[in-house]
Nanobody, 116 residues
Framework: QVQLVESGGGSVQTGGSLRLSCAAS????????LGWHRQGPGNQRELVAS???????IYADSVQGRFTISGDFAVGTVDLQMNNLKPEDTAVYYC??????????WGQGTQVTVSS
C-alpha cells in the first residue's frame, strides 16, 4: 500500500506560478512511476506529467515548456513546478504513483484556480 499527501494548490492570476508537492508513504521501494494528473470542469482526468524511475519524463502538450516535474524515488516525493499559468490550467490536480503489479495510487487532489 502507498499513501499520497499533496500540498501547494491555490488561486493565482494568469501568468502566475504554483508549486505542487506530493509525499508518499508505505511501500516506496515498489514505486516505478510518480506523476500528476488533473481534472478540469466537465473533463476527464488527464495526464499532466510523469516521471519514471528509469528517468523517463512525459509532459502533456498543453503544459510543455511551462511545467516541470521532479521527484525522488528514494524518499517517495514528486513536485510539479507550474509557471505561466493559464485559465485552462484550472483543475483539481492529483498526485499519482504506480507500483509494480502494476497498481495505481492517488492523492486526494488539490484545487488549482487560475483567474484571467
Amino acid at each position: 500500500q502507498v499513501q499520497l499527501v499533496e500540498s501547494g494548490g491555490g488561486s493565482v492570476q494568469t501568468g502566475g506560478s504554483l508549486r505542487l508537492s506530493c509525499a508518499a508513504s508505505g511501500r516506496m521501494s515498489t514505486l516505478y512511476v510518480l506523476g500528476w494528473h488533473r481534472q478540469g470542469p466537465g473533463n476527464q482526468r488527464e495526464l499532466v506529467a510523469s516521471l519514471s524511475k528509469d528517468g523517463r519524463i512525459i509532459y502533456a502538450d498543453s503544459v510543455q515548456g511551462r511545467f516541470t516535474i521532479s521527484g525522488d524515488f528514494a524518499v517517495g516525493t514528486v513536485d510539479l513546478q507550474m509557471n505561466n499559468l493559464k485559465p485552462e490550467d484550472t483543475a483539481v490536480y492529483y498526485c499519482n504513483s504506480v507500483t509494480y503489479g502494476p497498481v495505481n495510487y492517488w492523492g486526494q487532489g488539490t484545487q488549482v484556480t487560475v483567474s484571467s
